[in-house]
RNA sequence: GGGCGGUUCGUAUAGUGGCAAUUACACCUGACUGUAAAUCAGGCGCUUCACAGCUACGCAGGUUCGAGUCCUGCACCGCCCA
């Protein structure tokens, strides 16, 4: 573990309210929030998104190599770092996200500031918090185009003979899985590295307080539906449509999931606007319900109710 | 009143004599090594460790070694003719 590396870590279903408990812990904490989400990333993708309706603006931080202020993304007067930069015609990957994220709480913590890690996106937050190694090998889309024909059946028995480690704890089933095995191990001519995450032992690289919130499912499930009307309101169709005209196609849009999957699905008129909500309600909803199983065993998290006074207790035990 | 079609596990469907019974969705549980809002798996009548038992395809009878499947009557729904 990295010394003096204190972190908060905010993390519950969508629509759980982790943004607002983040911005506040910011606050009272003198944090900075780093966004652990991977669409939030992306510029244009906003109400989609849930992004916070935060501004890119100046801010002075005294004379830094040569510079008087940096641009910055802030919303309720918090600083908010890996949100809305990217361009969403681009891939970007988890490992970009791992090193960013590092390098953003390196920053953070030297500028004497709490980093406070906000989002959904377990994969990447472990990526991030455990430091786990990700394979050095980028995507070759052509590889993975030609594997992509085949069945997951011979993609298994080709991975079980080039690399049978690996082979014994994959999801033989799933290709999309297989063929990044794959590719590591064609790339690199060696075997996948063994993963360095832990669970329990709970073993963080940061000195990490995890806070989650999780309200009671019927709770959270009538929040995500007045959320998803909210959002219609909004002209979430209308983004979509503009993400469309700016050169993403369907097919990039369905990728994303969730609201461009359903409304590229309804601009196309492959469904209609009834069952664009429902269907993406419930997809909505099976999302939040993923995003539970995998915290659920992690044992770090201290699950909190959505009010701030026991988040804050927490947080000011932890960092007294 | 007459003719036809239908009634199957939450919903929609398959099943014309060997069926605890197809498929999809929902629902439940879970996985997750650079696409992660993505991708993937298991369960899903009841009792169970069960290849075991019990109860099941609108209702009531009948034919049969055996009926979701065939026959008769009834109920309900849909369409058509009056």
Redesign the pocket.
Known sequence: MIPNSKILIVVGP?ASGKSELAASLAKKFNGEIISC????IYKG?DI????VEGKWSKIKIGKNHGRDFYTRFVYKGITHHLIDFANAKK????????KAAQKKIAEIIKRGRLPILCG?????ID?VVYN????????NLKL?ARL?RQS?DILFSQLSKLDP??AA?????????L???L??VITTGKP????S?HYSPPTTHYDALWLGINPP?DILYSKIEKRLKQRIKQGMVAEVKKLHKQGLSWKRL????????FCGLLLQKKISKDEMFS?LL??????A??????W??NTNIIWVKPDKNTAFKLTKKFLA
């Open positions: 969508t989400d991977s669409r939030q993708m989609g998104t849930g992004k891939q970007y990957s988890a490992s970009e996200f791992q959904g996106t377990m994969h990447w990526a786990q190694t990700l394979p050095e090998v980028k995507p993975r992509e997951a480690a690996r704890t994959i999801d033989r089933f799933n290709s999309r899985r063929i990044r095995a590719e590591i996948v590295p063994v993963l995450t499912q369905e990728g994303f999931g969730l609201e461009y999957k269907q419930m997809a909505i909803k099976h999302y319900k993923r995003q539970m199983t995998w659920k065993r």
